[in-house]
């Protein structure tokens, strides 16, 4: 079935007395922005937000295939910092929090060797796969991937030496109740090592984000909901960490840097892989969402180099803590 109907903006969605939508696939866009706008406002749904989360990042690992080089490159100063700090070496047993395409799953698996095993859990399917596709091209049959919520995960106690997770926990509803199962699941002085975004001013890659918020008239998300910028704050990592039970609990920094050919092509990048970023836009009026990536690739202005690249400069918190 075509859909002719041009969805109204976001603005509108709330409004009664819209006429009834003309077909099927306008009706699901309107309703999951409809979802998606409520979260942001009112009410707070785990279920949907997940069920949201699955959908969205479903949706854009293509783009992490397409981009793999660029995302690759930056991250992983971030992977090493936090294998070094969960102290992994050969022999050990390592689980993977949102591996999504299947980092820092990997550099573990490459760290512990045949004789130690990684297992890489993320709830969307289809950035699983390409993880599944980088393990088997480089030859890493220690690694298991498995599709799963990080907030149902069950392990025997002590059955790993660590737990990583690189930009995934900020995506948790429930991060205290998360973070005490991991505990649980570590072997005595096993370590987890994990990292999230830094504040929005020290992430350049988020620059879009004011920008599409405004274009659309969007407000921010209330503070405690899960997102990019949930755990932008070491303290409270930290704290988050020693109230769940870990000990010797440090944090620290680490740069991750995306570089693109252009301001275009940053762009690209962004609808491409950043979920959350792209999800805003998505389901607009033609005009609309091209009006608004018009004024994100204006936005990367400050960031082109002599060259004419745009090099993205994005802090990355870790923290890290061990078992008692
Ligand atoms: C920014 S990506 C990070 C992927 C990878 N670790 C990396 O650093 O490139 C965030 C990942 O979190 C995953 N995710 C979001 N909510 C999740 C949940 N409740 N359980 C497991 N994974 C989740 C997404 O599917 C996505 O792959």
Redesign the pocket.
Same mark, same amino acid.
């Given at each position: 079935m075509v859909c002719t109907h041009q969805p109204p903006g976001r603005a509108g969605l709330v409004r009664s007395g819209d006429a009834p939508p003309p077909c099927e696939e306008w009706t699901r866009v309107q309703r999951l922005n409809l979802m998606e706008v409520s979260m942001m406002t009112e009410t707070f749904d785990a279920v949907a937000f997940?069920q949201s989360?699955?959908r969205d990042?479903?949706g854009v690992a293509p783009g992490?295939r397409r981009w793999y080089d660029v +995302?690759e490159d930056g /991250?992983q100063a +971030? =992977?090493r910092t936090l294998v070094e700090r969960a102290g992994i070496g050969p022999g050990d047993a390592v689980l993977? +929090?949102? =591996? /999504?395409?299947? &980092?820092?799953a990997l550099a573990a698996a490459r760290t512990v060797g045949p004789a130690g095993w990684v297992v890489a =859990?993320?709830?969307?399917a289809e950035?699983l796969a390409f993880g599944r596709e980088r393990a088997a091209a480089h030859g890493l049959a220690n690694i298991e991937f498995v599709e799963?919520?990080? &907030?149902g995960l069950s392990f025997d106690p002590g059955t790993f030496d660590a737990v990583l997770?690189?930009? /995934?926990l900020q995506?948790?509803?429930d991060v205290p109740g998360t973070l005490r199962r991991l505990l649980s699941f570590l072997k005595r002085d096993g370590r987890l090592a994990a990292?999230v975004w830094g504040p929005p001013a020290t992430v350049d890659f988020a620059r879009p984000v004011p920008v599409v918020l405004a274009e659309l008239g969007l407000p921010s998300p209330p503070p405690g909901r899960?997102g990019i910028f949930a755990l932008a704050d070491a303290g409270r990592l930290a704290t988050l960490l020693a109230e769940a039970g870990f000990r010797d609990v440090e944090t620290g920094s680490v740069e991750a840097v995306y570089e693109t050919a252009s301001p275009e092509a940053m762009t690209e990048w962004t609808k491409d892989l950043s979920?959350p970023i792209a999800n805003l836009v998505r389901g607009q009026p033609d005009a609309v969402a091209e009006r608004v990536w018009r004024k994100v690739t204006e936005a990367w202005a400050p960031l082109v180099t002599p060259e004419g690249r745009v090099r993205t400069r994005n802090q990355a918190l870790w923290a890290a803590g061990t078992s008692r």
């Open positions: 997940k989360q699955r990042w479903n992490w +995302v /991250g +971030v =992977t993977d +929090v949102a =591996t /999504g395409y299947g &980092e820092p =859990t993320d709830i969307s950035m799963a919520d990080a &907030e997770s690189r930009q /995934g995506f948790l509803p990292a899960p979920a």
